[in-house]
């Protein structure tokens, strides 16, 4: 069964801690992506990451970090210098990076307590 | 700088009718584009895709229009069922180079029974 798989689906963090969201696929897809979703907002882009072992920036990546060791999985870090990190955090992945369409997981809740 | 935009936050429409959401870009680079429908807590899910050779394509009761001198494409939804009450978002992406894709800020549609 080829999917995206996030987990966990909700996360509480205290101020100052980092936490990491897990994101793995089994679609043999070269591109993944992290996006953000805040309530009522759209889609914003943290990082893409077109092929194993290189990852770039996307439009807010100040805070985060990511690695892309394995083809099939990237994983987020949201570190204590992300000011306002409770969001709604959804994977993706899409065969290339261009020109492909781009399937999403299920998402992650993450809250700032 | 939002490339993507989707101006009507909200639509609503009685069942049986036709959904029409809009959606302008602003890049002339964009040639590949994307429809996603998405329910509270959930990841997108991929709706109908265009490519800039086409003007039109057509999936069950989902056809994209693709107007490229307007830099403009809607998504229309034929007949409107009360299931496809949701948020719906364009995406829009380039087929060659290395490009992101970039995501409008969503259009609500709630279909009236």
């Known amino acids: 069964d080829g999917g995206i798989t996030q987990s966990p689906k909700y996360l509480f963090r205290k101020e100052g801690q980092n936490v990491t969201l897990s994101c793995e696929q089994n679609?043999?897809?070269?591109?993944m992506y992290w996006y953000r979703q805040d309530p009522g907002q759209g889609l914003r882009l943290i990082y893409y990451s077109q092929i194993v072992n290189d990852f770039q920036k996307g439009d807010i990546a100040e805070g985060y970090s990511v690695s892309r060791e394995k083809k099939e999985s990237f994983p987020l870090t949201v570190t204590s210098a992300q000011k306002n990190p409770t969001a709604f955090y959804l994977c993706?992945?899409?065969?290339?990076?261009?020109?492909?369409?781009?399937?999403f997981g299920e998402g992650s809740w993450l809250t700032v307590v | 700088d939002q490339q993507v935009k989707q101006n009507s936050p909200s639509l609503s429409v009685q069942e049986g009718r036709i959904s029409i959401l809009n959606c302008d870009y602003t890049?002339?680079?964009?040639?590949?584009f994307l429809w996603y429908k998405k329910y509270p807590a959930e990841g997108p899910t991929f709706l109908i895709s265009i490519s800039s050779i086409k003007d039109k394509n057509e999936d069950g009761r989902f056809t994209v229009f693709l107007n490229k001198s307007a830099k403009h494409l809607s998504l229309h939804i034929v007949p409107s069922q009360p299931g496809d009450s949701a948020v719906y978002f364009c995406?829009?992406?380039?087929?060659?180079?290395?490009?992101?894709?970039?995501f409008g800020t969503g259009t609500r549609l709630k279909v009236l029974a």
């Open positions: 890049n002339s680079m964009f040639d590949y």
């Open positions: 679609l043999n897809h070269d591109a």
């Open positions: 995406a829009a992406s380039r087929s060659s180079g290395t490009y992101k894709y970039i």
């Open positions: 993706a992945s899409s065969a290339t990076a261009t020109g492909n369409t781009i399937y």
